[in-house]
């Protein structure tokens, strides 16, 4: 087992964020953890990087608790831009190399090579777009077992969207690796999707294989996606 | 490299060049006033080095402040690290930039503080003056002769050095409560540095502490300092998240 959370729960002043979220993802499987602006994602997503402590509950990677050993070998994409802006690209890469001893820095050169980033660039220059591609370089750039993508096509335009989608299911490492992205372009990485969650105010209101959900509820992901945003499906997880 | 000395160094890269280059053109520009008015350079020394002195030594405790953003940390905590190195890095980039204020600082008061008082000094007895550091120091036998007669007015440089190091203290201490308490926002944080700071001074007002020029001060200030860095430190590796 990749990821396993028991009763995770997480409250801010007045709310709670997560409550009693308990699910677990295999290795090499893509998990699509999907739900509207407020369901919880980001605070799931941050919680299993270790970046956020759970009020409740825990969550085992690869049968450690989140720590700085889980850190090891979890890379974590927010939905923001997490590179320092006033980096060059390379020396970011570089930096960010020397956290992790697997790290591949001709894998690191081939990549921004293939997704067109200047490494001589300076980050807080770069669009959106090729801030989404070096997120991409850095999951790819060493061998981590979980990648956490949040939102990863947000506010990027088409072409650019459909290079990080190429590079995301051409360089995960099928079998080895546990990708789990959330995002709310559902349809664009639809056919990759193995697994699936729904998320609502804080909890898992439908679990289960892409595959299996798609053929018992005779729609796409997006299609059931839309279903329970709008409250038609009722609490199955 | 170890994590920590790696932070350091991106630390002092971002915000410690840029200090250090504003500490450089702050004394450039004092030393041009200095030798170009001759003849108005004691007000001019002495209304831009009394202000702008206090300035450079609350500029690293801002520094500090401003490198505490939560919205930027998502890289920094997802790294494998534990979170004091962070924290410690960051602290540690201020103080140096603190430790170049006071040397700056110091050479500044003893080379040209200290010789234009004297200077004016021999005008209002003599009628011409013509005192700089190099003359004054056979007078006083030598160079630290020269020292501990015009100590005071290093002194002055060496307590805002220690007042700056509780500043220091008091703002680490409320950074770590920004990543502990949600609703404690960055309005409330620098509130509460105004307001310990503030009160660290009351109290020693109406306390048999000296404040100011003593040494005990200087000891009060240097526990006072690490005491709260270390309250810090350990409520951001405790507790600090995002």
């Known amino acids: 087992m990749l990821v396993e959370a028991r009763d995770v729960a997480k409250k801010y002043p007045g709310k709670w964020a997560l409550d009693g979220v308990t699910f677990s993802a295999d290795q090499g499987k893509v998990l699509g953890v999907l739900g509207e602006n407020g369901a919880g994602k980001s605070t799931l997503f941050r919680i299993i990087s270790g970046i956020t402590r759970p009020t409740r509950g825990t969550v085992a990677i690869a049968g450690m608790p989140v720590s700085l050993e889980t850190r090891k070998i979890v890379a974590y994409l927010p939905d923001i831009n997490p590179f320092y802006e006033w980096m060059r690209v390379m020396e970011q890469m570089e930096f960010l190399a020397s956290f992790y001893p697997e790290w591949d820095m001709n894998k690191t050169s081939e990549l921004l090579a293939f997704l067109d980033v200047?490494?001589?660039?300076?980050?807080?220059?770069?669009?959106?777009?090729?801030?989404?591609?070096?997120?991409m370089v850095y999951a790819f750039s060493w061998p981590s077992r979980l990648v956490l993508m949040d939102e990863p096509l947000g506010g990027i335009d088409p072409?650019?969207?459909?290079?990080?989608?190429?590079?995301?299911?051409?360089?995960?490492?099928?079998?080895?690796?546990?990708i789990f992205i959330c995002t709310h372009l559902v349809s664009e990485v639809e056919e990759f999707i193995e697994d699936v969650l729904y998320m609502k105010k804080g909890k898992i209101v439908l679990s289960d294989q892409a595959d299996l959900l798609r053929e018992k509820k005779g729609k796409s992901l997006t299609g059931i996606f839309e279903e329970i945003a709008e409250g038609r499906m009722r609490d199955e997880g | 490299m170890s994590h920590f000395w790696r932070l350091y160094a991106q630390e002092m890269r971002n915000l410690g060049v840029r200090y250090l280059?504003?500490?450089?053109?702050?004394?450039?520009?004092?030393?041009?006033?200095?030798?170009?008015?001759?003849?108005?350079?004691?007000?001019?020394?002495t209304l831009t080095s009394s202000l702008m002195l206090v300035i450079i030594f609350i500029i690293?405790?801002?520094?500090?402040?401003?490198?505490f953003r939560k919205d930027k940390e998502h890289l920094a905590f997802s790294l494998p690290m534990r979170r004091a190195s962070i924290f410690l890095s960051r602290y540690l980039a201020a103080f140096t930039m603190l430790v170049a204020a006071f040397f700056a600082a110091a050479l500044w008061s003893i080379f040209v503080i200290v010789p234009l008082n004297l200077h004016q000094m021999e005008q209002s007895y003599i009628g011409v003056g013509h005192t700089?550091?190099?003359?004054?120091?056979?007078?006083?036998?030598?160079?630290?002769?020269?020292?501990?007669?015009?100590?005071?007015?290093?002194?002055?440089?060496?307590?805002?050095?220690?007042?700056?190091?509780?500043?220091?203290?008091?703002?680490s201490l409320t950074c770590s409560l920004r990543y502990m308490f949600r609703r404690f926002s960055e309005f409330m944080s620098n509130l509460s540095v105004l307001i310990l700071f503030i009160a660290l001074y009351w109290i020693g007002l109406h306390n048999p502490i000296p404040i100011g020029v003593g040494h005990e001060s200087m000891i009060i200030s240097l526990i006072a300092g690490l005491l709260f860095l270390a309250i810090g430190l350990f409520l951001f590796e405790k507790y600090g998240e995002l």
Do not use: C
């Open chain 1, 118 to 135: 200047s490494p001589n660039d300076r980050i807080g220059e770069l669009s959106r777009g090729q801030q989404a591609k070096l997120k």
């Open chain 1, 159 to 178: 072409p650019t969207r459909k290079k990080v989608i190429s590079t995301l299911f051409h360089e995960f490492r099928y079998g080895e690796q546990g």
């Open chain 2, 60 to 67: 690293p405790p801002v520094l500090l402040a401003l490198s």
């Open chain 2, 132 to 171: 700089d550091f190099f003359r004054m120091i056979p007078y006083y036998n030598d160079f630290w002769g020269f020292l501990l007669n015009e100590s005071h007015y290093f002194l002055y440089t060496k307590v805002l050095l220690f007042y700056s190091f509780v500043f220091l203290g008091i703002v």
């Open chain 2, 21 to 45: 280059i504003f500490l450089i053109a702050y004394f450039a520009i004092n030393g041009i006033v200095y030798f170009t008015h001759i003849d108005k350079r004691i007000l001019n020394i």
